[in-house]
């Protein structure tokens, strides 16, 4: 071989070279753009499933305000039960008093 020949073949493997680096870099740019759409994906899903969590917590957190506000009316009730179970013994009695006295 010549000097021709091998500063030829020296260029072709020289371009081939540059090739495969190219190639490395488009190949590494492809995957870090996948890996960069999974995350935004995946940060999605996570914001997502706090503002479910949140909303979940804010509903749990009506109900048992209500359960204490439906307790708290059940208790006046069975109060304004004791109360008018009283009134009716006191007015029995009233009756009674009343009723001896003639």
Same mark, same amino acid.
Request: proline share 0%; hydrophobic share 35%.
């Given at each position: 071989?010549?000097?021709?020949?091998?500063?030829?073949?020296?260029?072709?493997?020289?371009?081939?070279?540059?090739?495969?680096?190219?190639?490395?870099?488009?190949?590494?740019?492809?995957?870090?753009?996948?890996?960069?759409?999974?995350?935004?994906?995946?940060?999605?899903?996570?914001?997502? =499933?706090?503002?479910?969590?949140? $909303?979940?917590?804010?509903?749990?957190? @009506? *109900? !048992?305000?209500?359960?204490?506000?439906?307790?708290?009316?059940?208790?006046?009730?069975?109060?304004?039960?004791? =109360?008018?179970?009283?009134?009716? $013994?006191?007015?029995?009695?009233?009756? @009674? *008093? !009343?009723?001896?006295?003639?």
């Amino acid at each position: 071989m010549n000097e021709s020949e091998l500063r030829l073949r020296e260029l072709e493997n020289h371009g081939n070279n540059t090739l495969l680096y190219v190639l490395v870099i488009v190949v590494v740019l492809l995957v870090t753009m996948y890996l960069y759409t999974q995350y935004q994906e995946s940060q999605q899903k996570t914001k997502n =499933v706090e503002a479910s969590a949140l $909303a979940q917590t804010k509903e749990l957190k @009506d *109900l !048992a305000d209500s359960l204490k506000t439906g307790s708290t009316t059940l208790d006046t009730v069975e109060n304004e039960g004791d =109360v008018d179970s009283a009134m009716s $013994a006191t007015i029995e009695s009233q009756l @009674d *008093l !009343a009723e001896k006295s003639v």
